[in-house]
């Protein structure tokens, strides 16, 4: 168990839906990153926050939104989905932006659009 | 710029053997190197890491090689296992003009090592 906590592990959903992904960081960590799996595209970055604010935007679609709690859980926001957007979702969590410092994965969440 | 480009995309490798899998980059502003191994249906885990200065690091049958003028660098596994079937990722650490880092990947390779 890497203590970075990811809900759910499966999700499937038809297009035009929107989903919630739930991350909850190592207990400490103050940054959630949160990254997009696809077997054509490999790991993309998609957004970071430190302690509840947006601290960097990557390749996120505009459907896409996130935001993270003060209790610095972080939801991933998916919206009119489409088939394309079938991927594993994962977040990270380190303890601070200084990714030297450790940088955890969690288990991941399988989104199937259908 | 922002790429790092990773070979092979699969690889097979009989029990014992030596797996190397090569990754190259173009933005020299990138300033620490991690590897990354993933086994199905779990996230990335940090494997070993590099800095830049620095031309090989060891932690026991895995060893990074980098060359900074050249920018590419390199993982080899030692007496590769069954075990260590898995996909590496390589990945470089590129500051961003926030104060904070991102990290980008390579795409991936999907190593087996056979009995």
Request: proline share 5%; glycine share 8%; hydrophobic share 35%.
């Amino acid at each position: 168990d890497s203590g970075v906590t990811q809900t759910p592990k499966h999700l499937i959903t038809a297009t035009g839906q929107r989903v919630t992904l739930r991350c909850s960081p190592r207990s400490g960590d103050l940054s959630v990153y949160w990254y997009q799996q696809s077997l054509d595209q490999g790991l993309q970055f998609l957004i970071h926050y430190y302690n509840g604010e947006e601290r960097a935007k990557g390749n996120i679609l505009e459907r896409f939104s996130a935001q993270q709690f003060p209790d610095l859980h972080s939801e991933l926001n998916l919206s009119s989905l489409e088939l394309g957007d079938s991927a594993l979702y994962f977040c990270a969590s380190s303890a601070d932006g200084r990714l030297n410092y450790g940088y955890t994965f969690g288990s991941g969440t399988r989104l199937t659009v259908v | 710029q922002q790429q790092v480009k990773q070979s092979p995309q699969s690889l097979i490798v009989q029990k014992g053997g030596i797996s190397i899998i090569n990754c190259a980059y173009e933005n020299t502003a990138f300033d620490y190197f991690p590897w990354y191994q993933q086994f199905p249906g779990k996230g990335p885990a940090l494997l070993i890491a590099i800095r830049p200065d620095v031309s090989e690091k060891k932690e026991g049958r895995f060893t990074i090689s980098f060359n900074k003028s050249a920018k590419q660098f390199s993982l080899h596994i030692m007496d590769s296992q069954p075990g260590d079937s898995a996909t590496y990722f390589c990945a470089a650490i590129s500051p961003m003009n926030t104060g904070f880092q991102k990290l980008v990947f390579g795409t991936g390779t999907r190593l087996l090592v056979s009995p």
